[in-house]
Nanobody
Framework: QAQLVESGGGSVQAGGSLRLSCVPR????????VGWFRQAPEKEREFVAA????????YYADSVKGRFTISRDNGKNTVYLQMNSLQFEDTAVYYC?????????????????WGQGTQVTVSS
C-alpha cells in the first residue's frame, strides 16, 4: 500500500503549468526529506527534485532547473511541485518519495516511502 498520495496531475499543452501535491497517508513527514521522481514510458525512473525537512535545501535535475519549483508547508503536511513551461518531454508518471536521510538520499535514488504516482501529459 502506497504511503504517500500524489494529486494535481493532468493534461496540459506545452508551455502550460501544473502543480503537484504530496501528502502522507496518515502520520506526518515533517522530518523527512521529500522529493519527486518521474518515469516516462519505456524509460527508467529519474530524479526530479527534492527538499529538506525545513525547506532550506533543494535539489533539482538539470532538465527542470528554472522551470520547476519544489516547496513544502509542514503546517499542512504537504509538499508541492510547481511545474511551469512544461514541455512534451516532461510527460511521465510523477512519484512522490520521502526519505529520513534527506534530500541527498533522494537525489541518489534512495527513499523510505513512495506514492502510487500521478500522470502528467504534455501535448506539443
Amino acid at each position: 500500500q502506497a504511503q504517500l498520495v500524489e494529486s494535481g496531475g493532468g493534461s496540459v499543452q506545452a508551455g502550460g503549468s501544473l502543480r503537484l501535491s504530496c501528502v502522507p497517508r496518515g502520520g506526518t513527514f515533517s522530518y523527512y526529506g521529500v522529493g519527486w521522481f518521474r518515469q516516462a514510458p519505456e524509460k527508467e525512473r529519474e530524479f526530479v527534485a527534492a527538499i529538506s525537512w525545513n525547506g532550506i535545501i533543494k535539489y533539482y535535475a538539470d532538465s527542470v532547473k528554472g522551470r520547476f519549483t519544489i516547496s513544502r508547508d509542514n503546517g499542512k503536511n504537504t509538499v508541492y511541485l510547481q511545474m511551469n513551461s512544461l514541455q512534451f518531454e516532461d510527460t511521465a508518471v510523477y512519484y512522490c518519495a520521502a526519505a529520513r536521510g534527506g534530500p541527498s538520499h533522494l537525489r541518489a535514488g534512495s527513499s523510505d516511502h513512495w506514492g502510487q504516482g500521478t500522470q502528467v501529459t504534455v501535448s506539443s
